[in-house]
Nanobody
Framework: VQLVESGGGLVLAGGSLRLSCVGS????????IAWYRRTPGKERELVAS???????VYANSVKGRFTISKDSAKNTMYLQMESLKPEDTADYYC???????????WGQGTQVTVHS
């Protein structure tokens, strides 16, 4: 099982990015998925999560600006980020947890830098 992220980069404040995370050898329909981020000196932060039933939860800091979604047919999860702020600068990681057995998988991380 492997999660591979893409879509990070450098963007000006107010801009948008879409992160993608492709899962191999796994069925996304069996997993709860999430995006986390981490900046140096800070603890890892849950950005958004999406349960198998489709319930989404967002960190207060990104609510209304970020959207988590998935395309199960493509085994791909997304994080659409709008109205980006410098404080959104971080390494972003996708995460998948098997809903029944608890197996957990992480992507390698993708860097997002927002300049003011």
């Amino acid at each position: 099982v492997q999660l591979v992220e893409s879509g990070g980069g450098l963007v000006l404040a107010g801009g948008s990015l879409r992160l993608s995370c492709v899962g191999s050898q796994m069925n996304f329909n069996l997993y709860s998925i999430a995006w986390y981020r981490r900046t140096p000196g800070k603890e890892r932060e849950l950005v958004a999560s999406l349960s198998r039933s489709g319930s989404a939860v967002y960190a207060n800091s990104v609510k209304g600006r970020f959207t988590i979604s998935k395309d199960s047919a493509k085994n791909t999860m997304y994080l659409q980020m709008e109205s980006l702020k410098p404080e959104d600068t971080a390494d972003y990681y996708c995460n998948a947890v098997h809903a029944d057995y608890g197996f957990e998988h992480w992507g390698q991380g993708t860097q997002v830098t927002v300049h003011s």
